[in-house]
C-alpha cells in the first residue's frame, strides 16, 4: 500500500519521484519510454529479474532501462515500511538539458555488444548526500524551479559516471538514444575473449545464470564454462603459432587474467606449457 507520493516534474514529466510504501507489497511501475534511478532509503526491495529475486537493501540503489528491463518490486515482510527515490531521465529531456553535446556516460560505449538492462549500485557515499538533498528539496517545495530541478538532473548523471558501475550504466543510458537488440548467440560470441565472468554473460543477456546456462546449451550443445575456455585455449594456441606477442598479452587477450590459471589450463589441455608450445611448433 502506498502511503505517500510526492513527485517533481520537469517539462512536463515525472522526473524525481519519493514513494513511501507499506508492506507486504508487490509494485509494477507503468511502462516508460526512460532509464530510472531506484534508491532505497528506507527499508529494502526485491527486484525481479527473469527468475530471480535480487535484494536491494539500505542505501543500495538499482539502475535500469524502463524499456527493457523488468518493471516489478517487491517486499512482502508484513508491515516494514520502505522509502524509496526514483530519479527518471527521459531521453527527450537529457537532449534539451545537454543543449551542446551530451555527456560522455550518455555516448555509446566502443565494442560493447549488450541486452544488459539493470545495474545494481551499492552504498555510495555521495549519491546518499545526494539523496539527502534531494529529500531537503521535498522538505522545502517553494524553493524547487525549473534550474534547480535541471541542476539535481546533471549531478545525478555525474555522480554516476564516477561509480564503479560507470561502464554498465553508460550501456544501458546508451540504449534509451540507439535502441539496439542483439541475439543471444551475438553477445556470446562479441564477449566470448573478454575478461567477463559467465554470471557477468548472463546479465548481459538480461538472463539469471541459470536461464543463462540452459539456453547457453540450447545454442551450443555444451555448458558455457566448457565451451568458453576451450575457445579461449584454441585462440591462444593459434596466436602462439602466429605471432611474436608475449605470452602474457595473448593470455589476457583470450580472457584470462591470470597468467598461472592460463599456464595450467593450457598444459591440461595441450599437455605442455604456452612457451613448449611455441617452441615445438616454430622449431
Same mark, same amino acid.
Given at each position: 500500500m502506498i502511503i505517500d507520493h510526492k513527485k517533481y516534474e520537469l517539462f512536463g514529466k515525472s522526473i524525481i519521484q519519493n514513494i513511501r510504501i507499506k508492506t507486504p507489497f508487490t509494485f509494477d511501475f507503468?511502462?516508460?519510454? !526512460?532509464?530510472?534511478?531506484l534508491y532505497m532509503l528506507q527499508g529494502e526491495m526485491q527486484y525481479h529479474r527473469d527468475e530471480d529475486l535480487v535484494n536491494i537493501p539500505h542505501k543500495h540503489a538499482?539502475?535500469? !532501462?524502463?524499456?527493457?528491463a523488468s518493471k516489478t518490486i517487491s517486499n512482502l515482510n508484513e508491515g516494514d515500511v !520502505? &522509502?524509496?527515490?526514483?530519479? !527518471?531521465?527521459?531521453?527527450?529531456?537529457?537532449? /534539451?538539458?545537454?543543449? /551542446? &553535446?551530451l555527456p560522455v556516460i550518455l555516448h555509446a560505449p566502443d565494442r560493447m555488444v549488450s541486452n544488459? +538492462?539493470?545495474e545494481i549500485l551499492n552504498n555510495n557515499f555521495l549519491i546518499e548526500k545526494y539523496i539527502e538533498g534531494l529529500l531537503f528539496y521535498f522538505r522545502h517545495p517553494a524553493l524547487v524551479n525549473e534550474d534547480i530541478l535541471v541542476l539535481k538532473l546533471k549531478e545525478i548523471i555525474l555522480l554516476l559516471a564516477q561509480t564503479a558501475n560507470a561502464r554498465a550504466i553508460q550501456?544501458?543510458?546508451t540504449q534509451l538514444f540507439s535502441p539496439a537488440t542483439y541475439t543471444f548467440?551475438?553477445?556470446?560470441e562479441a564477449n566470448l575473449f573478454s575478461q567477463l565472468s559467465i554470471d557477468e554473460l548472463a546479465q548481459l543477456n538480461n538472463l539469471s545464470? +541459470? +536461464?543463462f546456462k540452459r539456453e547457453f546449451t540450447k545454442h551450443y550443445n555444451d555448458t558455457p564454462a566448457n565451451y568458453i575456455k576451450t575457445k579461449r585455449l584454441e585462440k591462444a594456441a593459434e596466436l602462439l603459432l602466429i605471432s611474436n606477442e608475449r605470452i602474457k598479452n595473448i593470455a589476457f587477450n583470450c580472457g584470462y587474467n591470470d597468467l598461472a590459471n592460463f599456464t595450467k589450463s593450457f598444459r591440461d589441455r595441450y599437455k605442455?606449457?604456452? +612457451?613448449d608450445f611455441r617452441a615445438r611448433r616454430q622449431g
Open positions: 507503468p511502462i516508460t519510454d !526512460n532509464a530510472c534511478f538499482l539502475f535500469l !532501462n524502463c524499456i527493457q !520502505n &522509502e524509496i527515490m526514483i530519479v !527518471n531521465f527521459h531521453p527527450d529531456i537529457l537532449k /534539451r538539458i545537454y543543449d /551542446r &553535446e544488459k +538492462s539493470v550501456t544501458i543510458f548467440k551475438q553477445i556470446i545464470l +541459470s +536461464s605442455c606449457t604456452p +612457451s
